[in-house]
């Protein structure tokens, strides 16, 4: 199986910037569609960014130009840098990962963003 620890977030002002980091561990063979989805109170599950195939990444029209999602695939790690945060983003963030080997989408704890002045 799979296991993600996602590490970073917290309370930060309007316009200010913060970055996640996501490891997975135990089986990490054959992983891929490394992404961060969001959670607002109230709200749905929404995707934020992802990693695919070959390296190319997406991120969603709301946060284009001021998130950007980074990977290591031989580490099993990936990042989620956020920039120029508004109240909006605030959510709770959860790292996603999809296991071939086992055909099962895992996800991490979810790590709570408040961006607030």
């Known amino acids: 199986q799979v296991q993600l620890v996602e590490s970073g977030g917290g309370l930060v002002q309007p316009g200010g910037s913060l970055r996640f980091s996501c490891v997975a561990s135990?089986?990490?063979?054959?992983?891929?569609?490394l992404g961060w989805f969001r959670q607002a109170p109230g709200g749905q599950r929404e995707f934020v960014a992802i990693v695919l195939s070959g390296g190319k990444t997406n991120v969603a029209a709301s946060v284009a130009g001021r998130f950007v999602i980074s990977s290591d695939n031989v580490k099993g790690t990936w990042n989620l840098q956020m920039n120029s945060l508004k109240p909006e983003d605030t959510a709770v963030y959860y790292c996603?990962?999809?296991?071939?080997?086992?055909?099962?989408?895992?996800w991490g704890q979810g790590t709570q963003v408040t961006v607030s002045s």
């Open positions: 135990g089986d990490t063979s054959d992983l891929s569609f």
């Open positions: 996603k990962v999809y296991s071939h080997r086992y055909m099962s989408p895992y």
